[in-house]
């Protein structure tokens, strides 16, 4: 596919400065990018690259538009532009949309238009395909689901009994949307398995990364709001409400009933207790243990930095000590009182 700077701009209602026939074929960064590439500087400190980069088009702010003298796009947010262009060059190896023989279909499912199937997958009694879907190989839906229009189903995901899934979702290889979540009641010397009977609930526009896990839900159901993100290796569990536009990064957790709010950004190997709620507008730092609500919007940190493991020795010897300091200072404080 090629498209011409004119046309790139006219799609997305920008402006340009250039050769309007220029055309390019697919992108690529400023220091790799040869003539039929497009790229784009976000970030200032990298301007020094505009002097020495072969790229046929710059997406541009127009604060530094000025920089750069080749065809340009000028766009107030460069990044999310380059993220929209950059979506007209993704490729898909299912654009025949066919059904491939080896899939097992039952006869109760419902298929929708252009969609596609991949080898050895499994579609249960009941679910139900919307248009232009696309499963890869080996994806397994189980009885009862509903799977919306315009999504992409990597190969190995597994969908289980009566999720639904909304519009233009993206669920990547070898997640798992609808595993029972971890109730267990104690019954004197042994463990009974707490049957976990509600599903899963996926809004429109969301993406789950490479083997994150979703529970279903014990009785209600798991729920992630429209514009949910989650990257790779993420645990949802059971009965968790996640707020629209809010993304996770890598390794995070959120232990059952918890409910996070819409717009929040959650960093890499956050966890958070059960039964919790964190408002929206919320920023939690990379590594961060959230062990009580958040009602107010902000961003929050803990874990100590990293440091010297004779200093952290160090320092793990005080924080045994705080409890007694601040005893004392309370005793202090007391007897500084009555003076």
């Known amino acids: 596919m ?3 700077l004119d046309e790139l701009a006219r799609r997305f209602n ?13 992108v690529a960064a400023l220091d790799s990018a040869d003539t039929n590439h497009i790229s784009f ?13 072969r790229a046929g088009i710059v997406i541009l702010s127009p604060e530094n538009s000025n920089s750069f003298h080749g065809n340009k796009i000028i766009d107030k947010y460069p990044y999310v532009m380059f993220a929209k262009v950059a979506a007209l060059f993704q490729k898909s190896k299912n654009t025949l949309r066919e059904v491939h023989p080896s899939a097992v279909i039952s006869d109760s499912a419902v298929i929708g238009k252009d969609v596609a199937i991949g080898a050895f997958s499994v579609i249960g009694d009941n679910t139900v395909i919307c248009d232009d879907t696309v499963l890869e190989a080996r994806v397994t839906i189980g009885y009862n689901c509903h799977i919306g229009k315009n999504c992409l189903i990597k190969p190995n995901v597994v969908i289980a009994d009566e999720c639904k899934i909304g519009d233009n979702v993206i669920l990547h290889p070898g997640c798992v949307i609808g595993a029972d979540g971890f109730g267990l009641a104690r019954d004197e010397e042994r463990w009974i398995k707490v049957p976990q009977l509600g599903a899963v609930i996926i809004g429109d ?6 083997n994150t ?51 929040c ?3 890499g ?11 929206d507008n919320v920023t939690l730092q990379s590594m961060a243990l959230v062990t009580h609500s958040i009602k107010k919007p902000g961003s929050y940190s803990s ?18 000590q705080l409890d007694k300091i601040a005893k004392r200072l309370a005793r202090l404080e007391k007897q500084e009182s009555k003076k």
């Not at 956050?270 to 964190?278: N, P, Y």
């Not at 874990?303 to 045994?320: C, F, G, N």
């Open 269 to 279: 190997g956050v966890g958070i207790i059960g039964h919790l709620e964190v408002c």
């Open 303 to 320: 874990v100590s930095p990293l440091q010297e493991t004779s200093h952290w020795r160090k320092s793990a010897v005080r924080i045994k």
């Open 205 to 210: 526009d969301c993406e789950v990364g490479a």
């Open 213 to 263: 896990t979703i529970d279903r839900g014990t009785m209600d159901d798991t729920v992630l709001e429209n514009d949910v993100h989650l990257d790779n290796q993420i645990q949802i569990a059971h009965n968790v409400r996640i707020g629209a536009h809010t993304v996770m990064a890598g390794c995070s957790a959120i232990a059952g009933s918890a409910k996070v709010g819409k717009n």
């Open 265 to 267: 950004l959650i960093g």
């Open 2 to 4: 090629k498209i011409s």
């Open 41 to 53: 500087l976000a970030n200032s400190k990298y301007s020094s690259l505009l002097k020495t980069t």
């Open 14 to 26: 920008s402006k340009f400065s250039g050769n309007p026939n220029h055309q390019v074929n697919a």
